[in-house]
């Protein structure tokens, strides 16, 4: 594993390491470590990767937007989403 430090360690050993340097912080765990090392090998990286869920909207807000558009459909979607969440 590439490891906390100056050298590669197990994951049992970055999470001690972690615990005794950092004290102050939230304990990780070994899962959490396991995690972070898969996203590194996967893409380079581990800064966190936005989600591609989209957001739930109930009927009444889809039928507003619906009726607003009808209104006016060349009202940006930026706009309709400000004045729903404003309602």
């Known amino acids: 594993?590439?490891?906390?430090?100056?050298?590669?360690?197990?994951?049992?050993?970055?999470?001690?390491?972690?615990?005794?340097?950092?004290?102050?912080?939230?304990p990780l765990n070994q899962g959490t470590i396991s995690k972070i090392e898969v996203q590194y090998r996967e893409m380079g990286h581990v800064r966190k990767v936005p989600s591609n869920r989209q957001a739930v909207v109930d009927d009444d807000t889809k039928l507003n937007l619906l009726?607003?558009?009808e209104e006016n459909p060349i009202t940006p979607a930026r706009q309709l989403a400000r004045d729903t969440d404003s309602k």
């Open 1 to 26: 594993m590439i490891g906390y430090g100056d050298r590669a360690r197990t994951q049992c050993e970055v999470v001690r390491l972690f615990r005794e340097t950092h004290p102050d912080l939230p």
């Open 67 to 69: 009726l607003a558009l």
